[in-house]
């Protein structure tokens, strides 16, 4: 074989490679790699399509993709809270994606009105509440949390972290900003200590009585219990009724984009796709006990376990455009 046909097919099955390698998506995600991977691997079963991932916290995540520009590998971001997901779109870090499979699957109110990120799972922000200490009957709203009733009974996580913001964001929403002001120095004057770092502490500290009501994410309550059973905690689903801009428990979601220089923008949005399917939506809201975002697929019997509940229908992306002045209303509430 001549020396120039030999280099020629190496040439060829360089091209057959790189052919080889457009079968792959890169993702970055802030999920942690024990929720994803077995997606991933699922996928790859399924289509031959390769994922390979990297994680991190959103916020470096996000500086990554904003420094690595047109060079970044990225195809796909994955996050949690609509905030996240919609800091990503307002940076231009992500593009509107035309699926009409995404539009079945996932409902308006769980996805971005421009198209740039949908969500994938639900994770609801409920009220957690000591057994021995409150009845059921005793408890209405999110609002209610705020009245004289509560004095001294109520156990907050930090409003630091952007899940409470996100609720802040939708009551301000709903109620405008003097009332949803109100509703959160009612809180502040309610607290039987200070702000908590986590869903868990604050959980912890209702069980053991410090306080009779906290406000969390299902899924940590569903860890705790899984290892502790007996903690005299339940799960109570807020504004239930007939109250109006804000009727239903705050939902808000974890989702994905496809980035603004994917170099695999085809076989992002197939994965995509794909996650929101039934047997994705199984795995991938199962395995951290939060809800399919895709309402054609049940929740793991674990979750069902606590009971359905009435959804608030505010499109989540109102938790991103509403943060700041959530963030600034808590100061100025004197939220810690
Ligand atoms: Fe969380």
């Not at 003097?178 to 039987?192: H, I, P």
Request: proline share 5%.
């Amino acid at each position: 074989m001549s020396r120039s046909l030999a280099a020629l097919l190496l040439a060829a099955a360089a091209t057959i490679g790189s052919t080889a390698l457009a079968d792959e998506v890169v993702v970055y995600s802030a999920r942690n790699e024990q929720l994803i991977k077995p997606l991933f691997d699922a996928y790859r079963e399924e289509t031959g399509t390769q994922v390979r991932f990297v994680t991190d916290k959103e916020g470096p995540l996000m500086a990554r993709l904003l420094a690595e520009g047109r060079n970044t590998p990225a195809d796909l971001l994955i996050t949690v809270d609509a905030g996240n997901l919609w800091q990503a779109a307002n940076k231009d870090l992500l593009r509107e994606v035309d699926s009409p499979v995404l539009e079945r699957n996932i409902p308006a109110h769980l996805r971005d009105p421009g198209k740039r990120w949908f969500g994938l799972s639900v994770r609801a922000r409920t009220l957690v509440y000591n057994t021995n200490r409150v009845k059921p009957a005793e408890l209405s709203t999110y609002e209610d949390l705020a009245s004289a009733k509560w004095r001294g009974r109520l156990c907050l996580r930090t409003s630091k972290k952007v899940y409470n913001q996100s609720l802040v964001a939708m009551m301000i929403w709903a109620h405008g900003e003097a009332r949803a002001e109100e509703t959160v120095r009612g809180w502040v004057a309610n607290l039987a200590t200070p702000p908590y770092a986590d869903d868990t502490r604050a959980m912890e500290a209702v069980a053991a009585g410090l306080c009779d009501v906290t406000l969390v994410n299902t899924y940590y309550f569903g860890r705790l219990k899984a290892k502790r059973p007996n903690l005299p905690i339940s799960i109570f689903w807020p504004n239930q009724g007939d109250e109006g801009k804000f009727a239903g428990v705050h939902v808000n979601v974890s989702g994905a984009g496809i980035t603004r220089h994917a170099k695999h923008p085809e076989q992002a949005r197939r994965l995509l796709e794909w996650l929101s399917s039934d047997r994705a939506q199984k795995l991938y809201a199962g395995v951290n006990l939060e809800y399919p975002a895709n309402p054609a697929t049940p929740p793991d019997p674990r979750v069902a376990a606590w009971g359905s509940f009435k959804q608030a229908v505010i499109n989540v992306s109102e938790a991103g455009r509403l943060q700041t002045r959530a963030v600034m209303l808590m100061d100025r509430a004197g939220y810690k």
